[in-house]
């Protein structure tokens, strides 16, 4: 291994208003584990094991409207069969925002939800290799 070198993200972290309500709607909703307050999920697992693959770290002028400007961040989730977890979304009522201008073949399909606490989530299915 390298030295001094950061390997990837190894958490995120965000305050909510009912950080066990916010937990259980993501471990429902978008299916991983999902903590809340520094207490393993209902499972008993602390952490989510992710599939490799490409992670995006960008930041953004304040006044750019990729997403709400009212929001300091947006989560943006790789995710395959966009259109079968948008279609389950919708069943459980939460709408999902599509346009055609954010896909790209060479980038891959994106769709956008908010959670229950406001917060912007980006939905992307990356091309096939």
């Known amino acids: 291994m390298d030295e ?8 995120l972290f965000l305050r909510a208003d009912d950080p066990g309500k916010l937990s259980a709607w993501y471990r429902e909703h978008l299916g991983f584990t999902v903590t809340a307050g520094g207490e393993p999920a209902p499972d008993g697992y602390w952490s989510w094991k992710q599939e490799a693959g490409d992670t995006v770290f960008s930041f953004f002028p304040r006044t750019n409207n ?3 400007t009212d ?7 790789r995710v ?12 459980a009522g939460i709408a999902a925002e599509r346009k055609a201008e954010w896909d790209h073949p060479s980038v ?5 939800i908010r959670d229950p ?3 912007p989530i980006e939905l992307w299915e990356p091309p096939a290799e």
């Open 4 to 11: 001094g070198k950061v390997l990837g993200i190894g958490g």
């Open 66 to 68: 990729y997403f709400s």
């Open 71 to 77: 929001r300091q961040m947006m989560l943006n989730f």
């Open 80 to 91: 395959s069969g966009l259109d079968s977890l948008v279609a389950k979304l919708a069943a």
């Open 108 to 112: 891959g399909r994106f769709a956008r």
């Open 117 to 119: 606490e406001g917060n």
